[in-house]
């Protein structure tokens, strides 16, 4: 069967209508001078503009220049816009620490999106085909890899720029753009056949041979498989379509069911996560707090069943295990693994009458101010970020702000009886990722004041009320100043 009419219906499944105009990654080889033959066929159809991306990685001396001008002279005959851009491979991964294979793939993205930027093309199209996903499972497979390994490519996914090599190679932000690979479904077969059959010019690249590529030493092996078992790399492709379903259900419902926040500070409720199996300890590490690494996720795990507070050093920062809390610090390195370094959550500060206190955590700054007043203002109104209080019920010696515990219950003002703040939160519609930072006001006997939203009833102001304590609270966003304490005057 041609091939033209199978890539049309596939890919025009995958094209958005706002992608009108699409850069095509040319190399020279035949893959990808198949792809731009389909894509010039199926240009006036759809309405399509296109420009063409050549990475010149300087790899192989006049040969690479070659394959350039190949390019660019097959432009001319298309009447397609051409653009040829340098890098330096060998240079680049002197400096990075890094194998050619993986400098010149990262090189190689970084010039398509900034060329993607420059030419206002909102998708970039590449040539990865059947036998190129098969290859990418095995690597992912002996280098060491999860779920997440075995599903392979995507046919549409974000451009996978590198940010470390961002950084090192330009000094603008890349924006983005998703990357689609319409043939990545085709065997390679089929793609040889189209090229024979239509007379379709192309480039050898002599670096395909080269053992010195793990990816070409695997290739040969793999295609004896294929040999020996015929159907064996649909078989592969059809697992790897399954995982990428398993892996993107355990995302949306993890997310929907923890709703745990990749932030500077992520947390975790203990209890309920040590009830989980480990399966799902893991997907939650992974999909809810960014852990990527196995090694590192399994020590975290460990760190959950450990019984006293506890702390750890991990690429991404450090892990705080407290009495109820699993706490990720990303981007900072542990100061010591004793309690005395613990998370702003999982402190108590005093909290002077009057007086006021600031509290930061990285995300969220609170100023909450107490003062002694001789009665309501006339014409005052009840909002969520000022209360006033009877202050004998008060019970100022003892007033702390602290933040959420599990099993914390309060006596919501207008309810009868206890209220778990799991529940509270929950009516409130609050979001999980914010219950862990509102700062909540509590006395020797219970909550207070949950900051920002509803006060307790223990506190309310009667008749016989003889003496008021106004509390107000400002929160500002970003981080703001350590906690501190002025000198308290006036205490009741």
Same mark, same amino acid.
């Given at each position: 069967?041609?091939?033209?009419?199978?890539?049309?219906?596939?890919?025009?499944?995958?094209?958005? #209508?706002?992608?009108?105009?699409?850069?095509?990654?040319?190399?020279?080889?035949?893959?990808?001078?198949?792809?731009?033959?389909?894509?010039?066929?199926?240009? *006036? @159809?759809?309405?399509?503009?296109?420009?063409?991306?050549?990475?010149?990685?300087?790899?192989?001396?006049?040969? =690479?220049?070659?394959?350039?001008?190949?390019?660019?002279?097959?432009?001319? #005959?298309?009447?397609?816009?051409?653009?040829?851009?340098?890098?330096?491979?060998?240079?680049?991964?002197?400096?990075? *620490?890094?194998?050619?294979?993986?400098?010149?793939?990262?090189?190689?993205?970084?010039?398509? %999106?900034?060329?993607?930027?420059?030419?206002?093309?909102?998708?970039?199209?590449?040539?990865?085909?059947?036998?190129? &996903?098969?290859?990418?499972?095995?690597?992912?497979?002996?280098?060491?890899?999860?779920?997440?390994?075995?599903?392979?490519?995507?046919?549409? =996914?974000?451009?996978?720029?590198? @940010?470390?090599?961002?950084?090192?190679?330009?000094?603008?932000?890349?924006?983005?753009?998703?990357?689609?690979?319409?043939?990545?479904?085709?065997?390679? +077969?089929?793609?040889?056949?189209?090229?024979?059959?239509?007379?379709?010019?192309?480039?050898?690249?002599?670096?395909?041979?080269?053992?010195?590529?793990?990816?070409?030493?695997?290739?040969?092996?793999?295609?004896?498989?294929?040999?020996? $078992?015929?159907?064996?790399?649909?078989?592969?492709?059809?697992? !790897?379509?399954?995982?990428?379903?398993?892996?993107?259900?355990?995302?949306?419902?993890?997310?929907?069911?923890?709703?745990?926040?990749?932030? &500077?500070? =992520? =947390?975790?409720?203990?209890?309920?996560?040590?009830?989980?199996?480990? !399966?799902?300890?893991?997907?939650?590490?992974?999909?809810?707090?960014?852990?990527?690494?196995?090694?590192?996720?399994?020590?975290?795990?460990?760190?959950?069943?450990?019984?006293?507070? #506890?702390?750890?050093?991990?690429?991404?920062?450090?892990?705080?295990?407290?009495?109820?809390?699993?706490?990720?610090?990303?981007?900072?390195?542990?100061?010591?693994?004793?309690?005395?370094?613990?998370?702003?959550?999982?402190? !108590?500060?005093?909290?002077?009458?009057?007086?006021?206190?600031?509290?930061?955590?990285?995300? $969220?700054?609170?100023?909450?101010?107490?003062?002694?007043?001789?009665?309501?203002?006339?014409?005052?109104?009840?909002?969520?970020?000022?209360?006033?209080?009877? !202050?004998?019920?008060?019970? %100022?010696?003892?007033?702390?702000?602290?933040?959420?515990?599990?099993?914390?219950?309060?006596?919501?003002?207008?309810?009868?009886?206890?209220?778990?703040? &799991?529940?509270?939160?929950?009516?409130?519609?609050?979001?999980?990722?914010?219950?862990? +930072?509102?700062?909540?006001?509590?006395? +020797?006997?219970?909550?207070?004041?949950?900051?920002?939203?509803?006060?307790?009833?223990?506190?309310?102001?009667?008749?016989?009320?003889?003496?008021?304590?106004?509390?107000?609270?400002?929160?500002?966003?970003?981080?703001?100043?350590?906690?501190?304490?002025?000198?308290?005057?006036?205490?009741?």
């Amino acid at each position: 069967m041609d091939l033209y009419p199978l890539f049309q219906k596939k890919f025009k499944s995958l094209l958005q #209508k706002h992608q009108t105009r699409l850069l095509i990654a040319v190399s020279g080889g035949a893959d990808s001078m198949v792809l731009w033959d389909l894509l010039e066929k199926c240009k *006036k @159809e759809q309405k399509l503009s296109l420009v063409v991306g050549h990475v010149e990685h300087g790899l192989r001396g006049r040969a =690479s220049r070659e394959d350039a001008a190949f390019v660019q002279k097959q432009a001319q #005959k298309y009447k397609t816009p051409c653009y040829v851009m340098p890098v330096r491979t060998k240079e680049w991964a002197e400096k990075n *620490k890094r194998g050619l294979e993986e400098s010149a793939r990262i090189l190689r993205y970084q010039a398509l %999106a900034r060329l993607a930027a420059q030419t206002k093309c909102q998708a970039i199209v590449t040539a990865h085909h059947q036998n190129d &996903q098969v290859e990418t499972i095995f690597l992912h497979l002996i280098r060491g890899t999860g779920p997440g390994g075995m599903a392979g490519m995507c046919s549409v =996914s974000p451009l996978p720029i590198h @940010e470390t090599g961002i950084e090192r190679t330009q000094c603008t932000p890349v924006k983005r753009v998703p990357l689609i690979r319409p043939l990545l479904s085709t065997a390679r +077969s089929k793609i040889w056949a189209y090229l024979t059959a239509s007379g379709i010019l192309y480039r050898k690249d002599s670096t395909n041979q080269q053992s010195v590529f793990f990816r070409n030493r695997i290739r040969p092996v793999l295609a004896q498989w294929e040999k020996a $078992r015929p159907g064996f790399f649909d078989r592969v492709c059809q697992l !790897a379509d399954i995982q990428r379903d398993e892996e993107d259900f355990w995302q949306q419902y993890i997310l929907r069911t923890e709703r745990a926040r990749r932030s &500077q500070i =992520s =947390s975790l409720e203990l209890k309920p996560f040590l009830r989980y199996h480990k !399966a799902v300890q893991r997907r939650i590490l992974k999909h809810s707090m960014g852990l990527t690494d196995f090694a590192t996720i399994e020590r975290v795990r460990a760190l959950a069943k450990v019984k006293k507070p #506890k702390q750890i050093s991990i690429p991404e920062g450090f892990v705080e295990k407290t009495s109820h809390f699993i706490v990720i610090h990303k981007g900072k390195s542990v100061l010591g693994h004793k309690t005395s370094t613990r998370s702003p959550l999982s402190r !108590a500060y005093k909290m002077p009458v009057p007086g006021q206190l600031r509290i930061k955590t990285d995300s $969220r700054c609170f100023d909450i101010c107490a003062r002694v007043v001789r009665s309501l203002p006339s014409g005052w109104k009840k909002t969520c970020t000022r209360v006033f209080v009877d !202050a004998e019920k008060l019970k %100022a010696h003892s007033l702390r702000v602290r933040f959420w515990q599990p099993g914390d219950k309060f006596k919501p003002l207008g309810i009868r009886g206890h209220k778990k703040l &799991q529940d509270f939160f929950t009516d409130q519609k609050i979001p999980f990722e914010q219950r862990g +930072s509102i700062p909540l006001l509590v006395n +020797s006997q219970g909550i207070v004041w949950i900051v920002g939203h509803r006060m307790s009833n223990d506190v309310k102001i009667t008749t016989s009320t003889r003496k008021i304590v106004e509390i107000k609270s400002n929160e500002k966003k970003g981080v703001g100043a350590d906690p501190s304490l002025p000198t308290n005057r006036d205490h009741i």
